[in-house]
């Protein structure tokens, strides 16, 4: 009898541990912030033409995505409150900059941790052949409710080939357990101009 109870349990153990494993089976979805797939908060602004739209995201989430003087700051929350109120709605980069309209979510079971999102910085000291400055692309992955919203880690897409397995790799392994206003912002791979411009004060 109790050879039986041990391998029902051990049964039993099993399941649980392979039910639990499917449930926090890790993978990505996608989103778009493109305007014309977000609703637009009021009329742009008759001074600087600043704007504000929210649009929709994954597990109840919305993202925020202010634009003011040629840079954007983008945020996340259960609505626009709550997502004008977190960290990542306070981080500026001090270039010229916007982000790309398509978000992935690192989703573990059903429930997203973390995004990313390729951005673009002005670099002023590489103009084209109008004068403008010249963009390089980085990829942000912010850590996302319960707790804190805010950036955990930068990865310059042009120094670093594999730059989104290296992004999706920082989202697994750090968005979940770092501490905003406390961790700093990490840098992985190489550093590279997008990462220098982004993170120059």
């Not at 919305?62 to 040629?70: N, T």
């Not at 996340?76 to 979510?105: C, D, H, L, M």
């Amino acid at each position: 009898m109790n050879r039986i109870t041990a391998t029902g349990l051990a049964v039993l153990m099993t399941c649980l541990g392979l039910n639990s494993a499917n449930a926090q089976s890790v993978g990505s979805s996608y989103s778009s912030t493109a305007p014309k797939d977000c609703r637009q908060i009021g009329k742009p602004s008759d001074l600087d033409g600043s704007t504000t739209r929210v649009c929709p995201g994954k597990g109840g989430l919305v993202v925020l995505i202010a634009e003011d003087d040629l840079r954007e700051v983008v945020s996340v929350g259960r609505n626009r409150k709550q997502a004008a109120e977190e960290p990542a709605a306070n981080v500026w980069f001090a270039p010229f900059n916007s982000s790309q309209t398509t978000i992935e979510w690192r989703i573990a079971g059903t429930r997203p941790f973390a995004m990313i999102q390729r951005w673009h910085i002005a670099d002023n000291s590489d103009p084209d052949r109008q004068g403008r400055p010249n963009t390089k692309a980085m990829l942000v992955v912010t850590r996302l409710p319960p707790g804190p919203v805010c950036h955990v880690a930068y990865v310059d897409a042009i120094a670093n080939p594999t730059a989104n397995e290296l992004a999706r790799k920082a989202a697994d392994d750090f968005a979940r357990g770092f501490v905003c206003g406390k961790d700093e912002v990490k840098i992985i791979g190489t550093p590279g101009r997008a990462v220098e411009l982004a993170t120059m004060r």
